[in-house]
């Protein structure tokens, strides 16, 4: 990993009523990512792969149900030639060289796909908020005001852990807030969003994960 000076990553620091307190380091070294930008890039499209259903699917010819007795003779009528009325040709008929289901599944390696991770938040550490100290918010406009005081006003991704019921539901249907779970949230979402919120039992859980050598 390209380090700059051997600096440790490290974000910004609020309690619940949007006052700065001392930055939290994370645990991993600062980098610029230049050497990586194949891994960062493989790693985000086999994600976008991964959500894929691959579920499209079509008739052929064969599968349509529709005579398949030649539409009329081969010769002597003036008209183009014609098959059955399966054809792809044909209104209603089959599909040719359409969809079927597959799999769009892209396999990374566990290795590579932590080491991408563990740089995109290095990357993404200056506009990383970490919340900490006492909730005591009961409205999601006070929720809303908070965001505006600590001077979030574009997309944000707001990671959650599953403690933080209350924090959801207040946070939910604020518009350009967008909620993930500590053990979902991936490289491709880290690196989308202009801003990051994390609470403190999320950036638990984040260190865990950031440091864990499976």
């Known amino acids: ?10 974000i910004a620091h609020y309690d619940w009523n949007a006052n ?15 050497d ?9 499209v086999a994600e976008q792969a991964n959500l894929r259903q691959g579920t499209s699917s079509v ?6 149900t529709r005579s ?3 539409l009329y003779r081969q010769k002597g009528t003036g ?5 059955d009325a399966g054809s792809p040709t044909r209104y209603h008929g089959g599909v040719a060289f359409g969809p079927n289901p597959r799999s769009y599944n892209q396999k990374i390696n566990r290795k590579e796909r932590k080491k991408a991770f563990a740089i995109g938040v290095s990357l993404r550490h200056k506009d990383t908020f970490c919340v900490t100290g006492e909730f ?16 979030i006003d574009r997309k944000i991704l707001m990671i959650v852990n599953v403690d933080d019921g209350e924090k959801r539901l207040l946070f939910r249907n604020i518009q350009n807030v967008e909620l993930v779970n500590v053990s979902s949230v991936t490289l491709n979402s880290v690196m989308k969003y202009p801003n990051i919120l994390i609470t403190q039992t999320a950036l ?8 864990d050598e499976g």
């Open 20 to 34: 700065r307190l001392d930055d939290l380091e994370l645990g991993i070294a600062e980098t610029d990512g230049k």
């Open 59 to 64: 008739k052929t010819r064969g599968e349509v």
């Open 36 to 44: 990586y930008d194949k891994l960062l890039s493989r790693v985000i």
């Open 79 to 83: 008209n183009a030639r014609a098959g």
């Open 204 to 211: 638990n859980e984040l260190k865990k994960r950031l440091h």
């Open 1 to 10: 990993m390209s380090k700059l000076d051997n600096s440790m990553v490290k």
């Open 136 to 151: 005591g918010f009961k409205k999601t406009k006070e929720a809303d005001g908070f965001l505006k005081n600590i001077g």
């Open 68 to 70: 398949t007795r030649k």
